[in-house]
């Protein structure tokens, strides 16, 4: 099979399978869910118009309209390998122009390109004006103003907190995938390639971590100052995915989300339902796990 990656569509919360209703953690203060994507990848950079056609019978209609990002519209969020915190991203930083962009760059920074409605574009600058990236199933070398396609963007280096490479490395492991394509891809999506420049952890490599059945990445959702939602999952790339698609949704959908979840759980609670729906068969390969947590 090697590095060749499906693509599926995603269940949202509401349509999340419920466990065993007896199953009660009485620490907790709202549900868990657990997604677990399953030789699937993130399809930030291939064609829409493919995609609609493909899964126009699936999926909502791409919204093929390019608006400017929001930054209202982005959610807080935060990133736990068991306790310790290796993602953190609260009150996001202003995006600049492509121009602006480039007056601060320093090679072997990484960018994150921005637009409303899309997923978020992640490249690593390498010098002279230009970056490389995962673009379509192929990493390219190409300037940052091209790749921008006219979307602000703004450097992320601290977005994770692993120790980042010398500035030369992580240029260097950039460049050296340059032409790489297709089966030969070891990385989901931008941002994972990206951050392997920077970080060189395997974690970002598809297949980089074994799943064995146990959960110990969480993403926690900072709707406001006292709400916020928890999901837990097998892996860092899965917990990625995951994030990435709610960048491209948006806050306001994906509270909509998890405020169906919290309906539907109380729901079954008073019902006293103990069968747990099927999974939606627009996602075969979808596997998740549903732990209520109250």
Not at 24 to 52: C, K, L, T
Not at 125 to 144: C, P, T
Request: glycine share 6%.
């Amino acid at each position: 099979m090697g590095n060749q990656v499906e693509k599926l569509t995603h269940t949202n919360y509401a349509e999340v399978p419920t466990s065993d209703p007896n199953g009660f953690d009485p620490d907790g203060d709202g549900p868990r869910i657990g997604v677990s994507y399953i030789f699937s990848n993130d399809d930030d950079d291939d064609d829409q118009d493919e995609r609609a056609d493909r899964y126009s019978s699936e999926r909502e209609q791409v919204n093929h309209e390019e608006k400017p990002f929001d930054l209202q519209d982005e959610l807080d969020c935060a990133i736990y390998y068991r306790e310790e915190c290796v993602y953190e991203r609260s009150g996001g930083a202003a995006a600049l122009s492509p121009e602006s962009l480039l007056n601060r760059c320093r090679p072997g920074d990484v960018l994150e390109f921005l637009a409303t409605g899309q997923y978020p574009h992640w490249a690593v600058y390498v010098g002279d004006f230009q970056v490389v990236h995962l673009h379509r199933a192929e990493i390219k070398n190409n300037f940052l103003t091209d790749v921008s396609q006219g979307k602000k963007g703004r450097i992320v280096n601290t977005l994770y907190r692993f120790r980042a490479l010398p500035p030369e490395v992580i240029v260097r492991n950039a460049l050296d995938h340059v032409g790489t394509r297709d089966r030969e891809l070891s990385w989901r999506n931008s941002e994972c390639f990206a951050a392997w420049c920077r970080f060189g952890k395997r974690e970002f490599k598809i297949g980089g971590e074994i799943r064995i059945g146990k959960q110990p990445y969480k993403l926690k959702l900072q709707f406001s100052e006292k709400k916020s939602h928890v999901l837990e999952f097998q892996s860092l790339e899965d917990v990625i995915m995951e994030k990435r698609r709610n960048d491209q949704v948006g806050k306001v959908a994906v509270t909509q989300e998890v405020a169906g979840v919290h309906q539907k759980f109380t729901s079954d609670l008073w019902v006293g339902s103990t069968a747990a729906p099927p999974l939606s068969p627009h996602a075969p390969n979808l596997a998740l796990v549903v732990t209520r947590k109250w």
